[in-house]
Protein backbone atom coordinates (compact mmCIF):
# COMPACT_ATOMS: atom_id res chain seq x y z
CA UNK A 1 0.00 0.00 0.00
CA UNK A 2 1.52 3.43 -0.91
CA UNK A 3 1.98 6.22 1.54
CA UNK A 4 -0.61 8.82 0.04
CA UNK A 5 0.27 12.47 -0.48
CA UNK A 6 -2.28 14.66 1.21
CA UNK A 7 -3.62 17.84 -0.82
CA UNK A 8 -4.73 20.78 -0.06
CA UNK A 9 -7.66 22.52 -3.04
CA UNK A 10 -8.70 25.84 -4.03
CA UNK A 11 -11.86 24.13 -4.75
CA UNK A 12 -13.47 26.47 -6.85
CA UNK A 13 -17.06 27.02 -7.74
CA UNK A 14 -19.75 24.68 -9.37
CA UNK A 15 -18.25 26.53 -13.14
CA UNK A 16 -14.60 25.16 -11.86
CA UNK A 17 -15.66 22.05 -14.76
CA UNK A 18 -16.08 24.12 -17.42
CA UNK A 19 -12.84 25.81 -16.61
CA UNK A 20 -10.30 24.20 -19.57
CA UNK A 21 -6.73 25.13 -17.85
CA UNK A 22 -8.27 24.06 -14.16
CA UNK A 23 -9.81 21.25 -14.58
CA UNK A 24 -6.37 19.49 -16.75
CA UNK A 25 -4.36 21.05 -13.71
CA UNK A 26 -6.35 18.89 -11.34
CA UNK A 27 -6.52 16.10 -13.63
CA UNK A 28 -3.01 16.42 -13.43
CA UNK A 29 -2.51 16.20 -10.05
CA UNK A 30 -4.94 13.33 -9.39
CA UNK A 31 -2.92 11.11 -12.47
CA UNK A 32 0.47 11.65 -10.73
CA UNK A 33 -0.97 10.14 -7.23
CA UNK A 34 -1.12 6.49 -6.70
CA UNK A 35 -5.11 5.46 -6.52
CA UNK A 36 -6.18 6.02 -2.81
CA UNK A 37 -8.05 3.62 -0.66
CA UNK A 38 -10.39 6.24 0.16
CA UNK A 39 -10.15 9.69 0.94
CA UNK A 40 -11.14 11.54 3.41
CA UNK A 41 -12.55 15.16 2.37
CA UNK A 42 -12.50 18.27 4.89
CA UNK A 43 -14.44 21.48 3.18
CA UNK A 44 -14.78 25.19 3.87
CA UNK A 45 -17.88 24.48 3.87
CA UNK A 46 -18.46 22.42 6.72
CA UNK A 47 -18.09 23.69 10.03
CA UNK A 48 -19.61 22.56 12.88
CA UNK A 49 -18.24 21.59 16.74
CA UNK A 50 -18.24 18.50 17.79
CA UNK A 51 -16.15 17.15 14.93
CA UNK A 52 -18.95 15.70 12.26
CA UNK A 53 -18.36 12.88 10.18
CA UNK A 54 -20.92 12.60 6.97
CA UNK A 55 -22.92 10.18 5.23
CA UNK A 56 -21.24 6.37 5.20
CA UNK A 57 -23.18 4.40 3.42
CA UNK A 58 -24.25 6.06 0.69
CA UNK A 59 -23.35 9.73 -0.12
CA UNK A 60 -25.41 11.99 -1.23
CA UNK A 61 -24.45 15.74 -2.40
CA UNK A 62 -25.04 18.85 -0.80
CA UNK A 63 -26.08 21.97 -3.36
CA UNK A 64 -24.92 24.98 -1.33
CA UNK A 65 -25.12 27.04 -3.89
CA UNK A 66 -27.21 29.50 -5.40
CA UNK A 67 -27.94 32.09 -8.33
CA UNK A 68 -25.90 29.03 -11.20
CA UNK A 69 -27.31 27.52 -13.64
CA UNK A 70 -30.13 24.26 -13.36
CA UNK A 71 -27.51 21.78 -14.89
CA UNK A 72 -25.20 22.54 -12.13
CA UNK A 73 -27.64 21.24 -9.61
CA UNK A 74 -28.54 18.37 -11.17
CA UNK A 75 -25.04 16.88 -11.16
CA UNK A 76 -24.60 13.74 -9.58
CA UNK A 77 -21.47 12.10 -7.77
CA UNK A 78 -22.72 8.44 -6.75
CA UNK A 79 -19.15 7.55 -4.58
CA UNK A 80 -19.42 4.46 -2.58
CA UNK A 81 -19.56 5.43 1.58
CA UNK A 82 -16.56 4.47 3.62
CA UNK A 83 -18.16 3.14 7.04
CA UNK A 84 -14.85 1.51 8.09
CA UNK A 85 -12.96 5.00 7.62
CA UNK A 86 -15.07 6.68 9.83
CA UNK A 87 -14.72 4.26 12.57
CA UNK A 88 -10.95 4.63 12.22
CA UNK A 89 -11.22 8.64 12.40
CA UNK A 90 -12.84 8.42 15.42
CA UNK A 91 -10.67 5.88 16.74
CA UNK A 92 -7.39 8.41 15.93
CA UNK A 93 -9.24 11.34 18.42
CA UNK A 94 -8.43 11.89 21.82
CA UNK A 95 -11.02 11.81 24.32
CA UNK A 96 -10.44 15.36 24.70
CA UNK A 97 -12.04 15.16 20.99
CA UNK A 98 -15.62 14.44 20.41
CA UNK A 99 -17.11 12.44 17.20
CA UNK A 100 -20.60 12.47 15.90
CA UNK A 101 -22.21 11.23 13.18
CA UNK A 102 -25.05 12.82 10.40
CA UNK A 103 -26.38 11.51 6.78
CA UNK A 104 -24.83 15.47 5.54
CA UNK A 105 -23.47 14.66 1.89
CA UNK A 106 -20.81 15.94 0.12
CA UNK A 107 -21.27 19.64 -0.12
CA UNK A 108 -19.71 21.56 -3.44
CA UNK A 109 -16.07 21.98 -1.77
CA UNK A 110 -15.87 18.32 -1.63
CA UNK A 111 -17.48 16.90 -4.61
CA UNK A 112 -16.87 19.43 -7.53
CA UNK A 113 -13.18 19.00 -7.52
CA UNK A 114 -13.40 15.17 -7.03
CA UNK A 115 -16.03 14.91 -10.36
CA UNK A 116 -12.79 16.19 -11.86
CA UNK A 117 -10.08 14.49 -10.64
CA UNK A 118 -11.99 11.11 -10.31
CA UNK A 119 -14.68 10.52 -12.32
CA UNK A 120 -15.21 7.43 -12.03
CA UNK A 121 -16.59 7.77 -8.37
CA UNK A 122 -15.24 4.38 -7.47
CA UNK A 123 -13.32 5.09 -4.28
CA UNK A 124 -15.34 5.24 -1.53
CA UNK A 125 -15.35 9.20 0.31
CA UNK A 126 -15.87 10.78 3.63
CA UNK A 127 -16.43 14.47 4.49
CA UNK A 128 -15.30 15.51 8.17
CA UNK A 129 -16.47 18.98 9.45
CA UNK A 130 -13.68 21.45 10.51
CA UNK A 131 -14.27 21.65 13.94
CA UNK A 132 -12.38 25.12 14.53
CA UNK A 133 -11.01 27.40 12.44
CA UNK A 134 -7.74 27.92 14.38
CA UNK A 135 -4.67 27.00 12.71
CA UNK A 136 -2.84 25.70 15.89
CA UNK A 137 -5.75 23.10 16.44
CA UNK A 138 -5.99 22.49 12.86
CA UNK A 139 -2.62 21.46 12.18
CA UNK A 140 -2.91 18.58 15.39
CA UNK A 141 -5.52 17.51 14.07
CA UNK A 142 -4.13 16.92 10.43
CA UNK A 143 -1.54 14.88 12.65
CA UNK A 144 -3.83 13.05 14.77
CA UNK A 145 -4.72 11.63 10.64
CA UNK A 146 -1.57 10.99 9.70
CA UNK A 147 -1.52 7.48 10.02
CA UNK A 148 -4.13 7.40 7.30
CA UNK A 149 -1.97 7.99 4.79
CA UNK A 150 0.10 4.88 5.73
CA UNK A 151 -3.04 3.23 4.68
CA UNK A 152 -3.71 4.38 1.15
CA UNK A 153 -6.02 7.24 2.36
CA UNK A 154 -5.93 10.30 0.72
CA UNK A 155 -6.90 13.41 2.98
CA UNK A 156 -8.00 16.78 1.63
CA UNK A 157 -7.94 20.04 2.56
CA UNK A 158 -10.28 22.09 0.35
CA UNK A 159 -10.70 26.02 0.47
CA UNK A 160 -9.48 28.53 -1.62
CA UNK A 161 -6.14 30.76 -0.91
CA UNK A 162 -7.53 33.96 -1.77
CA UNK A 163 -11.53 34.44 -1.33
CA UNK A 164 -12.45 38.00 -0.61
CA UNK A 165 -15.61 37.83 -2.97
CA UNK A 166 -17.12 41.07 -1.31
CA UNK A 167 -14.30 42.71 -2.70
CA UNK A 168 -14.39 41.54 -6.08
CA UNK A 169 -15.60 43.72 -8.85
CA UNK A 170 -14.98 42.17 -11.91
CA UNK A 171 -16.88 38.73 -12.15
CA UNK A 172 -15.11 37.21 -15.49
CA UNK A 173 -12.88 34.08 -14.93
CA UNK A 174 -10.19 35.40 -16.51
CA UNK A 175 -10.56 38.61 -14.54
CA UNK A 176 -7.20 40.42 -13.58
CA UNK A 177 -6.28 39.74 -9.71
CA UNK A 178 -6.63 42.33 -7.67
CA UNK A 179 -3.71 43.88 -5.98
CA UNK A 180 -4.85 42.36 -2.23
CA UNK A 181 -5.37 39.05 -4.01
CA UNK A 182 -1.97 39.03 -5.58
CA UNK A 183 0.19 39.91 -2.78
CA UNK A 184 -1.76 37.31 -0.12
CA UNK A 185 -0.90 35.10 -3.08
CA UNK A 186 2.96 35.92 -3.32
CA UNK A 187 2.98 35.96 0.26
CA UNK A 188 1.33 32.33 0.88
CA UNK A 189 3.32 30.78 -1.86
CA UNK A 190 6.76 31.96 -0.38
CA UNK A 191 5.74 30.66 3.06
CA UNK A 192 4.85 27.68 2.25
CA UNK A 193 8.21 27.14 0.13
CA UNK A 194 10.45 28.19 2.90
CA UNK A 195 7.73 26.02 5.25
CA UNK A 196 7.32 28.70 7.22
CA UNK A 197 4.25 27.53 9.21
CA UNK A 198 4.34 29.41 12.04
CA UNK A 199 4.01 32.58 9.68
CA UNK A 200 1.13 30.73 7.50
CA UNK A 201 -0.37 30.48 11.17
CA UNK A 202 -0.16 34.15 11.82
CA UNK A 203 -1.99 35.12 8.55
CA UNK A 204 -4.48 37.03 10.22
CA UNK A 205 -1.80 39.56 11.41
CA UNK A 206 1.28 39.16 8.97
CA UNK A 207 -0.02 38.26 5.15
CA UNK A 208 -0.11 41.53 2.71
CA UNK A 209 -4.02 41.99 1.41
CA UNK A 210 -5.18 41.48 4.78
CA UNK A 211 -8.85 41.33 5.81
CA UNK A 212 -9.49 41.63 1.55
CA UNK A 213 -8.00 38.49 0.60
CA UNK A 214 -10.12 36.44 3.80
CA UNK A 215 -12.97 38.41 5.59
CA UNK A 216 -14.30 35.69 6.81
CA UNK A 217 -11.30 32.51 7.03
CA UNK A 218 -12.75 29.56 6.80
CA UNK A 219 -11.41 29.12 2.99
CA UNK A 220 -8.11 29.48 4.27
CA UNK A 221 -8.03 26.94 7.15
CA UNK A 222 -8.14 23.56 5.56
CA UNK A 223 -4.91 24.46 4.81
CA UNK A 224 -3.37 23.87 8.21
CA UNK A 225 -4.98 19.98 8.40
CA UNK A 226 -3.69 19.48 5.36
CA UNK A 227 0.33 20.64 6.57
CA UNK A 228 -0.76 19.48 9.51
CA UNK A 229 -0.90 15.57 8.06
CA UNK A 230 2.97 16.60 6.43
CA UNK A 231 5.58 14.26 7.75
CA UNK A 232 7.25 17.55 8.02
CA UNK A 233 5.21 20.35 7.78
CA UNK A 234 8.68 22.42 7.74
CA UNK A 235 9.15 20.54 3.98
CA UNK A 236 8.36 22.85 1.21
CA UNK A 237 5.35 21.39 -0.44
CA UNK A 238 4.83 21.05 -3.46
CA UNK A 239 2.84 23.52 -4.99
CA UNK A 240 1.10 21.80 -7.98
CA UNK A 241 -1.67 24.56 -9.69
CA UNK A 242 -1.26 28.09 -9.17
CA UNK A 243 -2.97 30.99 -11.16
CA UNK A 244 -6.48 32.83 -10.75
CA UNK A 245 -9.47 32.03 -11.50
CA UNK A 246 -12.05 35.38 -11.31
CA UNK A 247 -8.98 37.10 -9.76
CA UNK A 248 -9.28 34.60 -6.68
CA UNK A 249 -5.87 32.44 -6.01
CA UNK A 250 -6.41 28.45 -7.11
CA UNK A 251 -3.05 28.07 -5.44
CA UNK A 252 -3.17 24.09 -4.80
CA UNK A 253 -0.14 22.26 -3.30
CA UNK A 254 0.48 18.68 -2.11
CA UNK A 255 2.55 17.50 1.20
CA UNK A 256 4.67 14.10 1.50
Same mark, same amino acid.
Given at each position: MSTMPALFLSHGAPPLVDNPVWVAQLKQLATGLPKPKAILMASAHWESTPLMLGATETVPL???FGGFAQHYYEVRYRAPGAPELADRVEKLMPDSQPVARTDRGLDHGAYVPLTVMYPDADI? /? $??MSLPTLEPDDLLDLGRRLRPLREEG /? $???G??????GLPFLRDFREDAPAPGWSREFDAWASEALARGAVDELA????RAPGMPYAHPTIEHFAPMFLTLGASEDPSRSPDQAIDGYWMGLS???FQVV
Amino acid at each position: MSTMPALFLSHGAPPLVDNPVWVAQLKQLATGLPKPKAILMASAHWESTPLMLGATETVPLVYDFGGFAQHYYEVRYRAPGAPELADRVEKLMPDSQPVARTDRGLDHGAYVPLTVMYPDADIP /V $LQMSLPTLEPDDLLDLGRRLRPLREEG /V $LIVGSGFTTHGLPFLRDFREDAPAPGWSREFDAWASEALARGAVDELAGFRDRAPGMPYAHPTIEHFAPMFLTLGASEDPSRSPDQAIDGYWMGLSKRSFQVV
